[in-house]
């Protein structure tokens, strides 16, 4: 596929998901692209923060929209839902197979992987809209605030989530011990869901009686890598705004030194999640365990060891289309769809997205290279769709999939 297959079948993508309208519960207007009119008719916040960064190279206006949007759904507190539920009409369909925290009908109580200050840099630097850029300082500043203020109750740089979902990899093998998950479905995965959320159901919307509670409290190495990665650009963006750009560039430093001290295993040579109050490191090697390879300040001996012993081997990560959200070697590695019981095996692209950068920045071009061709091929052969078999690029789960348009950015 050329470069202009690409955009149109992207742009087709982007603009068939486009939701436009007014909402009746808040009066508010939204413009954002939904992850897919089947499934997902709402905004998403990781999605919406990957549709702006593909539509920088489509309508840049559009891009600037889906994330003033999201923004729009902020609280006053700096809190922003992962999702909003703008067309309430379709909710009750959503919630008949879906699970959502919430404390109000129109919006989620969690969050998702806080990538928003990279996604507002990129747009700004896309359209050098200074009017934009002021307007999302300050809904960032207080975002990423609340995260440490609400989400770090032990202070070590290392934010937690309460539930899967909020770290964007639902249904991953490595929440399979804290959950208790012994059916291995879908369904399964439900029904070990509805066990967190009856056991929060009296403290719902209280996130520091929720941590202490301790029944779901990880410190996830995908969405600490993010975070870091969301305080370095909201630090550019503050350049010259002292003390904002000091503070979260000096958090940023702590998170991944964190990341190093305790997330890392040395005998491995890889990161772990961290679980429970008592961080207990989670021994299973996911796509989280390679995230940190997104920043730029991770020293060159983890690069080196993720890549040569994980990234680049075929027994592990290095499959025929590469990187799928489990390696090959672990036991609970499924490369197929089974009914919808997601992240334990596909290959997706908003992380291809991510690690080929992430490699390429690092020095391994080659291999982000072939990552990037591997990536075309499988959208060439299967369509835009949610993940794909790292074995034969079988395209599965939603079709037309939003993020998977991050292809342009790649
Ligand atoms: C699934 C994914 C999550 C994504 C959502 C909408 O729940 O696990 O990461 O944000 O779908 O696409």
Known sequence: MDRGELEAGARNILLGNLRRGRADWNGKEYSFVCPAMVGYPFQWFWDSCFHAIALIHLDKEQAKAELTTLMSAALSDGFIPHIVFWEMEKQPEFLRNNLVGRTSANYSSTIQPPIIAYAVERVYEATGDVAFKDAALPIMTAYYRWLRRFRDPDGDGLIAVIQPEEAGTDCSPKYDEVLGLEDLSNHGFIAALKKVYAAYEPIRGDDVRILRKDVFHFEDVLVNSIYALGMRSLARL??????????????????????????????????????????????????????????????????????????????????????????ASNPKFQPGNPHGFIWRGPTWINTNWFLSHGLRRHGYSELADTMVTRSQDAVEKSGFREYYDPYTAEGLGARNFGWSTLILDM
Do not use: Q
């Open 238 to 327: 503050l350049e010259g705004t002292e003390p904002e750009a000091t503070e979260f560039n000096r958090e940023a430093d702590r998170t991944i030194s964190a990341l190093l001290s305790k997330c890392w295993d040395e005998d491995a040579g890889i990161f772990f999640d961290l679980s429970g109050i008592a961080e207990t490191p989670v021994k299973m090697v996911t796509i989280s365990s390679l995230m940190p390879l997104i920043l730029d300040d991770i020293p060159r001996y983890y690069v080196e060891r993720l890549v040569k012993k994980w990234v680049s081997s075929p027994d592990h990560f290095w499959l025929p289309y590469p990187i799928p959200s489990v390696p």
